[in-house]
Each structure stands twice: as C-alpha cells, then as structure tokens.
C-alpha cells in the first residue's frame, strides 16, 4: 500500500537516524495512512479509501460527501 493520503495529500518525510556517536543514515516518515471503506449514498456504493488518521477524523467531521468532493478536486479517483 503506498503511504499516500488521498485525501490530506500526506505523503512520507524524510531525514536521518541519528545514533549516539551522531552518525546519519537515511529513514522515512511514513503518514500513519489506513484502508477506509464508507458508503457513498449519492452513488449507492461503497468506495475503499486510502486515509491518513488526520483524514479520518476530517471525513467524520464533514461527510463523506463534501470528503469526496475534495478528493475530485484534487484530481484523485474514487
């Protein structure tokens, strides 16, 4: 699953690990995305949705009509 947020646009950061001696090696950040399943009534289906934890609360707050809506904008594709 790649660690994108459909909706928020989150993608992975990223930076060092930094050990005690101060050496760096490369990590990522990856957003803490999940796999959502919602009932979309105006089309009378479901739809899976690739969802940061933010998004998640941000869907139940505004609908997932008006959530859709965004994602659309965006140029994403549910």
Known sequence: MPA???LTGATPGFGHHVSHS???TPRRF???VQRKRY???SEGRHVRL????K??????AIGIEAAVVR???????V
């Open 4 to 6: 994108h947020c459909q």
């Open 22 to 24: 101060h050496r760096r």
């Open 30 to 32: 990856d957003p803490n």
């Open 39 to 41: 009932w979309l009534p």
């Open 50 to 53: 690739t969802l940061s934890a």
């Open 55 to 60: 998004a998640i609360r941000t869907v139940d």
């Open 71 to 77: 994602i659309r904008a965006r140029g994403g594709k």
